[in-house]
């Protein structure tokens, strides 16, 4: 399931002394895997190679042949129709290969079984397909379903749900997402891994969830609840860039997003001459690729520092332009000082419109955590820890549903720039605080895109980040894994 490695997370017959001579960590109370194999389901997202390999993995990692009470592990799967349940070292797996409509999903649960169960694999790829069968799920059997899994799951056990996108590429509801938040009504959303199916560029979802209360409230999301757009142009599921090396002045600014992948999504909205926007331009990523593009590249920042660097770095892309370009295809850069949550008292930008906007917010106040290893990295090189102290830096709120407001209100400051039918694509990515899934990315499309807001949302690419080593989060105790998937939520102005 990961990039580097085609070799099976479940290698059985290991003898537990030479295990233990392998592993470098603490003991493991999750499963039998070490450490080494521990990492490598780490990583967010992964290439499918076969629904069996999918199978196979999930319930090694998830579950212990044997427990330390001396109880074998017990697993409930439903759906993957064709899978052979092999042996797992003697673990105890249940098969309902049934799973085409969710009466059979139900009927699964519904199973009597003397004893509860490690982890239950559900398979929705078959049953849930569109937005009229999501719909009929949510008002007829999601709140059943996640409560039968609750009953049927041992306290603090996992649980997970396969769940396909709506189309092929990256347009289209985003059926996965309102799966997750029904589902916390009964369970602990822990996580997600991406699934990309390399053949033809489509993506499912693996949702994991805990056999405890989630610190967030559960919601109900129905396709009515958010305003879908159909635009001509294929957008992508997924991109994998391989960003240069940053250069010494960007590297003063805790969060950049590569030019390479920022240009390829100007190119796929905008044509030569359109004008670019961000709102939050940072080092000046967003205009650099605007002009690399032939594309007229404009910014708004907070911070004076950030913006001469963006200013430096807009200078000479400009001055580089020249030689790419005609006279006549002459681009333009600007960078204004100022406030994003306060657009129009910036004189310049009064009678700005721009073609597309895409920006990359903070994700919430994550930079201010001190624990984090790319934090103690920067404090320990010197370098800027946050984006500024500034209390009118969105990066320094500290309340979750307070900072999610700011942001709507931002992006309906950067509607009244955009062009009727222009494009804001968002470059977020959802978050994790003391044990608690923030769905950042699902929370900002709900409020951007519901049927009153200001845009109708696109769909969805992931920036998939192959380039960042893992981190041994929670090793031995549960699973939390590297988030290296990043959602880059498009929408259009109505």
């Not at 017959?13 to 194999?37: C, W």
């Not at 969710?102 to 519904?110: H, I, R």
């Not at 694999?121 to 849930?128: G, H, I, N």
């Amino acid at each position: 399931m990961t990039l580097e490695h085609k070799d099976s997370l479940f290698a059985p017959d290991s003898a537990p002394e030479a295990e233990e001579k392998v592993r470098r960590g603490p003991p493991n109370r999750m499963n039998d895997l070490p450490y080494r194999e521990w990492m490598k389901f780490q990583k967010s997202f992964f290439r499918h190679d076969s629904d069996q390999r999918l199978v196979d993995e999930c319930v090694t990692f998830f579950t212990k042949a044997v427990w330390p009470d001396g109880k074998r592990s017990r697993t409930l799967l439903i759906g993957f129709p064709g899978i052979e349940t092999n042996d797992y070292n003697g673990r105890l797996v249940e098969h309902t290969p049934g799973g085409s409509s969710f009466a059979d999903v139900q009927s699964g649960l519904e199973t009597e079984s003397p004893e509860l169960r490690d982890f239950v694999f559900v398979d929705l790829r078959e049953s849930l397909n569109d937005e009229a069968a999501l719909d009929q799920f949510l008002a007829d059997r999601a709140d059943v379903v996640f409560g039968l899994i609750r009953k049927a799951l041992i306290d603090d056990r996992y649980c997970g749900f396969v769940v396909p996108a709506s189309r092929q590429d990256g347009r289209g509801f985003p059926l996965a997402w309102s799966v997750a938040q029904a589902a916390r009504s009964h369970l602990r959303l822990r996580d997600e891994k991406i699934g990309l199916i390399e053949e033809d560029g489509r993506i499912y979802y693996c949702l994991f969830f805990q056999a405890s209360d989630d610190g967030r409230p559960s919601k109900s999301i129905s396709s009515s609840q958010i305003s879908v757009a159909t635009v001509d142009r294929e957008v992508p599921s997924w991109v994998i860039p391989r960003p240069p090396p940053r250069r010494p002045n960007e590297i003063l600014h805790p969060a950049k997003y590569p030019e390479t992948m920022v240009e390829e999504f100007i190119r796929l909205f905008t044509q030569p001459g359109d004008s670019v926007f961000d709102p939050m331009l940072g080092t000046g990523s967003t205009a650099v690729a605007a002009i690399r593009a032939n594309r007229n590249g404009y910014g708004v920042e907070l911070s004076q520092e950030f913006a001469q660097i963006a200013r430096s770095r807009v200078e000479s892309s400009i001055a580089e332009s020249g030689n790419l370009f005609s006279d006549d295809a002459a681009v333009n850069g600007q960078v204004f000082l100022g406030d994003a949550t306060k657009l129009d008292a910036i004189p310049e930008m009064l009678d700005l419109k721009f073609d597309y906007a895409i920006t990359s917010p903070p994700y919430w106040s994550m930079l201010s955590n001190p624990g984090s290893e790319n934090q103690r990295k920067r404090r320990d090189s010197g370098l800027r820890l946050t984006y500024s102290d500034a209390e009118s830096d969105v990066g320094n709120i500290g309340e979750y549903d307070q900072f999610i407001d700011v942001l709507e209100n931002v992006y309906a400051g950067v509607a009244a720039h955009l062009k009727s039918g222009g494009v804001l694509t968002v470059v977020v990515k959802n978050v994790k605080r003391e044990h608690i899934l923030y769905a950042l990315a699902w929370d900002l499309t709900e409020r951007l895109a519901s049927p009153t807001a200001q845009y109708d949302y696109i769909g969805n690419t992931f920036w998939c980040q192959d380039d960042v080593g893992l981190k041994p989060f929670a090793i031995g105790i549960h699973w939390v894994s590297n988030i290296l998937h990043q959602y880059c939520l498009h929408f259009r102005r109505k």
